[in-house]
């Protein structure tokens, strides 16, 4: 417990887009901050990269030597927005070790690293948190690691990377071309310093490896999500999704299967326009929680950027203060299961195959054939001519819900047959 008054002293570990944020609500709101806690919250150092003037913020307060502000002993509470792994992770474990709490925004650490520093923070009986770190500025982890705790989730199904979903939006809405609207995304704060992580899916794929070990009180790890980007999804997706009456999303899925393991995944997905998802636009995140109780939840709101997440921040700022003040620390994460990862091929989804094929008598017939043979059923088909080539037409199929594996067997069937020319495009379908 600290001292009767003293104030809650913070270490803040970076002042980008996020730190910034966090550093100017921690002076603009400092009243109201100081009567939620009970003590005044003492910004004490920043970390950066370099030291330079920067809008709102007390020079005298930087520093470039992180390791020495966090084993700085007036410092009680360590905010980490500097991103990456090393030399974060080594920050972090000195400063739980340290008796400090943590709050991390750091989704990319906590999906290789978070077993070992929930460990750490257990130890020293101190607090790790982390709501920012998915879904910016949606309250999620909270409700996940303590509303729902006594319920038993089975999925959980969500758009948690902003930076794809606004690339996609525009591509659905304005007809954008990827690389403008990539840019747009990076202009406006919410692509990580590396858009690579964005556009091929780890940032969205860390984010579900949190979100599936709360949700099933395990621990999964970033190598275990199988992980498809957007990079590939192209104009022609994009007005295959909307002739059926679905807009692309990259979905990360958490769900629970059959065999009791659990798929954990992020694809870009045909989301039908009926779905909650379906209407979630720009930055914007949303997390869709199915479970034996409750039933659907729904929790949507800004997924990145600077104040947003510096929300979510804040948060975790005021609880892990209250906690000390109290001399407590919060519930941990419970990770008692161990339910394995489901083999990738039997993971089961609906899926759309657009693909040419010869526009001759019996074409389409071999093609159902060749689906039920793997054991596919059809849900949907449509067959378009191609323009200005009266020998081929586009098929465009959805199927029933199917293995991957099942689904594999059926493309490679088709792809090596003489009716259908070139690669088969396939994209996931939410829903039965
Ligand atoms: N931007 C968002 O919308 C958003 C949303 C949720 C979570 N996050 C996460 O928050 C973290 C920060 O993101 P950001 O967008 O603010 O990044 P940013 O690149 O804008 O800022 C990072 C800051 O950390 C500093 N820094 C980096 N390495 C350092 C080191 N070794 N020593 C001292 N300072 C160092 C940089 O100088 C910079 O000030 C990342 O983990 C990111 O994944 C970002
Ligand atoms: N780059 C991330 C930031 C929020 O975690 C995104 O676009 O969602
Ligand atoms: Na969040």
Same mark, same amino acid.
């Given at each position: 417990?600290?001292?009767?008054?003293?104030?809650?002293?913070?270490?803040?570990?970076?002042?980008?887009?996020?730190?910034?944020?966090?550093?100017?609500?921690?002076?603009?709101?400092?009243?109201?901050?100081?009567?939620?806690?009970?003590?005044?919250?003492?910004?004490?150092?920043?970390?950066?990269?370099?030291?330079?003037?920067?809008?709102?913020?007390?020079?005298?307060?930087?520093?470039?030597?992180?390791?020495?502000?966090?084993?700085?002993?007036?410092?009680?509470?360590?905010?980490?927005?500097?991103?990456?792994? /090393?030399? *974060?992770?080594?920050?972090?474990? %000195? #400063? =739980? @070790?340290?008796?400090?709490?943590?709050?991390? !925004?750091?989704?990319?650490?906590?999906?290789?690293?978070?077993?070992?520093?929930?460990?750490?923070?257990?130890?020293?009986?101190?607090?790790?948190?982390?709501?920012?770190?998915?879904?910016?500025?949606?309250?999620?982890?909270?409700?996940?690691?303590?509303?729902?705790?006594?319920?038993?989730?089975?999925?959980?199904?969500?758009?948690?990377?902003?930076?794809?979903?606004?690339?996609?939006?525009?591509? /659905?809405? *304005?007809?954008?071309?990827?690389? %403008? #609207? =990539? @840019?747009?995304?990076?202009?406006?704060?919410? !692509?990580?310093?590396?858009?690579?992580?964005?556009?091929?899916?780890?940032?969205?794929?860390?984010?579900?490896?949190?979100?599936?070990?709360?949700?099933?009180?395990?621990?999964?790890?970033?190598?275990?999500?199988?992980?498809?980007?957007?990079?590939?999804?192209?104009?022609?997706?994009?007005?295959?999704?909307?002739?059926?009456?679905?807009?692309?999303?990259?979905?990360?899925?958490?769900?629970?299967?059959?065999?009791?393991?659990?798929?954990?995944?992020?694809?870009?997905?045909?989301?039908?326009?009926?779905?909650?998802?379906?209407?979630?636009?720009?930055?914007?995140?949303?997390?869709?929680?199915?479970?034996?109780?409750?039933?659907?939840?729904?929790?949507?709101?800004?997924?990145?950027?600077?104040?947003?997440?510096?929300?979510?921040?804040?948060?975790?700022?005021?609880?892990?203060?209250?906690?000390?003040?109290?001399?407590?620390?919060?519930?941990?994460?419970?990770?008692?299961?161990?339910?394995?990862?489901?083999?990738?091929?039997?993971?089961?989804?609906?899926?759309?195959?657009?693909?040419?094929?010869?526009?001759?008598?019996?074409?389409?017939?071999?093609?159902?054939?060749?689906?039920?043979?793997?054991?596919?059923?059809?849900?949907?088909?449509?067959?378009?001519?191609?323009?200005?080539?009266?020998?081929?037409?586009?098929?465009?199929?959805?199927?029933?819900?199917?293995?991957?594996?099942?689904?594999?067997?059926?493309?490679?069937?088709?792809?090596?047959?003489?009716?259908?020319?070139?690669?088969?495009?396939?994209?996931?379908?939410?829903?039965?």
């Amino acid at each position: 417990m600290s001292s009767p008054g003293a104030p809650v002293r913070v270490a803040l570990l970076g002042c980008g887009t996020v730190g910034s944020q966090v550093a100017r609500i921690l002076v603009e709101q400092a009243a109201d901050l100081r009567a939620r806690v009970g003590r005044p919250l003492d910004l004490v150092g920043i970390a950066t990269r370099t030291v330079r003037e920067r809008p709102g913020v007390d020079p005298a307060l930087l520093t470039t030597d992180a390791a020495a502000l966090v084993a700085r002993p007036d410092v009680d509470l360590v905010v980490e927005l500097m991103g990456g792994i /090393h030399p *974060t992770l080594e920050l972090l474990t %000195d #400063a =739980l @070790a340290a008796g400090k709490s943590v709050v991390t !925004a750091n989704k990319a650490l906590l999906a290789q690293h978070g077993g070992e520093l929930f460990e750490a923070a257990e130890r020293a009986g101190v607090d790790i948190y982390y709501e920012a770190a998915v879904a910016g500025a949606i309250p999620i982890i909270r409700p996940l690691r303590e509303s729902l705790v006594g319920d038993a989730v089975t999925a959980v199904t969500g758009i948690v990377n902003g930076t794809t979903n606004y690339i996609l939006d525009q591509m /659905h809405t *304005t007809g954008a071309e990827y690389a %403008d #609207a =990539l @840019a747009d995304a990076q202009a406006l704060g919410y !692509a990580e310093a590396d858009p690579t992580a964005d556009v091929e899916g780890h940032d969205a794929a860390a984010k579900a490896a949190i979100l599936a070990s709360l949700a099933f009180h395990t621990r999964v790890h970033l190598d275990d999500v199988d992980c498809e980007g957007i990079a590939e999804v192209g104009a022609a997706d994009i007005e295959a999704a909307e002739q059926i009456g679905c807009v692309v999303k990259l979905l990360a899925r958490c769900t629970l299967s059959a065999d009791g393991t659990i798929a954990v995944g992020v694809h870009p997905t045909l989301v039908p326009a009926t779905h909650p998802l379906a209407g979630v636009r720009g930055a914007f995140n949303a997390v869709f929680v199915e479970s034996i109780n409750a039933g659907q939840l729904m929790f949507m709101g800004p997924g990145a950027g600077g104040s947003p997440t510096a929300s979510a921040v804040l948060g975790d700022v005021v609880t892990a203060a209250r906690n000390r003040v109290r001399g407590v620390a919060g519930p941990g994460e419970s990770a008692y299961s161990t339910p394995g990862i489901t083999d990738p091929g039997r993971v089961r989804s609906r899926h759309h195959l657009a693909l040419v094929v010869r526009d001759e008598p019996g074409v389409l017939a071999r093609v159902a054939a060749a689906m039920a043979h793997s054991g596919v059923s059809i849900q949907e088909v449509r067959q378009v001519p191609l323009p200005g080539d009266g020998a081929h037409a586009r098929l465009s199929i959805t199927t029933h819900v199917a293995s991957t594996a099942d689904l594999g067997a059926v493309v490679a069937e088709l792809e090596a047959s003489d009716d259908v020319s070139g690669r088969i495009r396939v994209l996931r379908v939410e829903g039965e």
